[in-house]
């Protein structure tokens, strides 16, 4: 019996893809560089479907039908790089290579290419969901070529989760588009993270809500248009106490966060893109100050505060609701905008109604929101932000005099809220009619002769500063 996939690279997330391929009735063909780790998922789990148990990769190789296709779930980084050139020249024109595996879109499209010189496809899948979601049902998001999507996308759509009776699965487009797209699904979720992080510290220091308060608060909202994986995990981290000392769970952890990276790689190429992702910027760099634990000491000793007195207004709770939903909803647009530079950037043609529809189940960030998300751009009329589909410029009016209350008054309580405020920010900044970008390239055209546009005239100008100030047509230099 040939096998329909190959997966290698067996540890939690790898193994759990098998057998959740297997549960869905395919036969799967096992490797692990160790064969003890096979041997350990057989014996626990061999009932699960049809495995085909292999030593080597040539073994692997030779159990699958063509075209072959082979899953690799390694650490991201060289073992994946180490992976590819031992399989690739046992591989036949046609194969596919899979990549589960959380790496940057940059190794992908490399190594995309250098697969396709060998006539050999190489697909970049985001997976996201854990380990739970690797077995039950994740969200996939599969980069590469569109011919290979056609051999593998039934495969990985039949182990997706799926809303509505969708898989949240679909082809975004070539080369690192999948990774692509997983990266910025980080960032949001970094962001995401962050806004309720804001919210507990709000509800806590500013209106004196405790923790297990808290969690019912926020059971409440999961019922509502927060409604979301994260909202429904934080009820239950913030309803937890600790067995040992009896306070509650969240008051016991060192309130430093930890970060693998994928939140920082989408800033950074958010930076190159010129993308303003300033809400998962701050999550970002929050995670970091957080991290801080010298300088927040010695901050405690040596920086004042002078806090504002401010009377919290009766109906606060509400009102930071709103203002999370605002908040996170400039995530998602800034995340969804920033898809739309690389698009452009890298020639994919992102669909951005389809990405929203995969996100809906399956990942860490599957929201409600995403329906309306989905919604919005699946409209004949493609909004060009977020933020313009009426749906949601409509419930940002709504929030919004919530949404400034609740920045005013953590500004005035000391309470860092830097994603709420800086998404406060970048919503004014998009509206306002006059930024003061203009005064930066008077500046710049001071002190570097960088040259600066009018609103009356076609052209490039430039001031002679230091002669008679008068104004001369220039070449644009920047
Ligand atoms: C997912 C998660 C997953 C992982 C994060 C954690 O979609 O399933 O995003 O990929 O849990 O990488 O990231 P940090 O350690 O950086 O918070």
Redesign the pocket.
């Known amino acids: 019996m040939s096998a329909h996939i190959g997966v290698t690279g067996l540890a939690v997330m790898g193994a759990n893809l098998a057998r959740n391929l297997a549960r869905n009735g395919f036969t799967v063909a096992l490797h692990n560089r160790s064969v003890e780790k096979t041997d350990a998922l057989l014996e626990k789990h061999g009932t699960d479907g049809d495995f085909v148990r292999t030593e080597t990769l040539q073994e692997l190789v030779d159990s699958l039908e063509k075209p072959r296709r082979v899953l690799i779930m390694v650490k991201a980084g060289a073992p994946v790089d180490a992976v590819i050139e031992q399989l690739t020249p046992l591989l036949e024109p046609g194969d596919i290579v899979i990549d589960a595996g959380?790496s940057h879109y940059e190794d992908t499209r490399r190594r995309e290419a250098a697969l396709a010189a060998k006539d050999l496809h190489f697909v970049g899948i985001g997976?996201?969901?854990?380990e739970e979601?690797a077995l039950n049902g994740p969200s996939i998001m599969p980069g590469g070529s569109k011919e290979s999507y056609d051999a593998l996308g039934p495969l990985l759509e039949k182990i997706s989760a799926h809303v509505d009776g969708k898989p949240c699965c679909a082809w975004i487009g070539t080369d690192g588009a999948g990774h692509f797209v997983?990266m910025v699904?980080?960032g949001i979720?970094?962001a995401d993270m962050q806004v309720i992080g804001e919210a507990f510290d709000l509800l806590r220091s500013g209106a004196g809500i405790e923790p297990a308060e808290q969690s019912k608060i926020f059971a409440e909202w999961n019922t509502g248009e927060l409604s979301s994986f994260l909202i429904e995990i934080s009820a239950e981290v913030l309803g937890h106490v600790d067995a040992k000392t009896g306070k509650p769970f969240v008051d016991v952890i060192v309130d430093a966060a930890?970060?693998?990276?994928?939140?920082r790689w989408t800033v950074i190429s958010a930076l190159e893109l010129g993308s303003p992702v300033s809400g998962i910027a701050e999550s970002v760099f929050a995670r970091a100050l957080s991290s801080q634990a010298e300088q927040r000491k010695i901050a405690q000793e040596v920086l004042a505060g002078e806090e504002i007195a401010v009377e919290i207004p009766a109906n606060f709770v509400e009102d930071v609701r709103q203002a999370l939903y605002a908040s996170k909803l400039v995530s998602y647009a800034q995340g969804l905008d920033m898809l739309t530079s690389a698009a452009k950037e890298y020639g994919w043609d992102l669909k951005l109604d389809e990405i929203a529809s995969l996100w809906r189940g399956g990942?860490?960030i599957r929201a409600e929101l995403l329906k309306e998300i989905t919604n919005a751009y699946a409209a004949e009329e493609k909004p060009a932000n977020l933020l313009f589909a009426p749906a949601f410029t409509k419930a940002i009016a709504d929030v919004l005099p919530a949404w400034r209350r609740v920045v005013a008054t953590a500004v005035q309580l000391g309470i860092p809220v830097p994603v709420f405020s800086s998404s406060l920010a970048y919503y004014d900044g998009l509206r306002r009619k006059r930024l003061a970008a203009a005064v930066i390239q008077g500046q710049r055209d001071l002190f570097g002769a960088h040259t600066y546009g009018r609103v009356d005239a076609e052209g490039t100008f430039h001031t002679l500063w230091s002669e008679d100030k008068s104004e001369v047509e220039a070449v644009d230099t920047h």
């Open positions: 959380n997976v996201s969901g854990g979601g997983k699904h980080n979720e970094y930890g970060q693998k990276g994928t939140g990942c860490i």
